[in-house]
Nanobody, 114 residues
Framework: QVQLVESGGGLVQPGWSLRLSCAASGFTFSDYAMSWVRQVPGKGLEWVSDINVYSNITYYKDSVKGRFTISRDNAKNTVGLQMNNLKPEDTAVYYC???????WGQGTQVTVSS
């Protein structure tokens, strides 16, 4: 079955960096675009970034442009999110997702606080 397992979250101070990783299994990973979405407590899911199957097209939410970088490794079935210059408003549970398949992982908590 489809599985998406995120890792790499944590508690950091504003301005610090984190790298999230997502391991995919149960489907042909290289056939699908992948996304990162996040959820702030009490709010709905918020799209963060997309990457196409060839890694040559990426999209970002305006508020993370220039700070976050999405990447993927089709040989390893992984998708990553490098997050630099983190801000308190980036605090959320981050999920990797295949919007086409309608699956997302269990999420990893990112907390940015001084």
């Amino acid at each position: 079955q489809v599985q998406l397992v995120e890792s790499g979250g944590g508690l950091v101070q504003p301005g610090w960096s984190l790298r999230l990783s997502c391991a995919a299994s149960g489907f042909t990973f290289s056939d699908y675009a992948m996304s990162w979405v996040r959820q702030v407590p009490g709010k709905g899911l918020e799209w963060v970034s997309d990457i196409n199957v060839y890694s040559n097209i990426t999209y970002y939410k305006d508020s993370v442009k220039g700070r976050f970088t999405i990447s993927r490794d089709n040989a390893k079935n992984t998708v990553g999110l490098q997050m630099n210059n983190l801000k308190p408003e980036d605090t959320a549970v981050y999920y990797c997702a295949s919007q086409t398949l309608g699956f997302w992982g269990q999420g990893t908590q990112v907390t940015v606080s001084s």
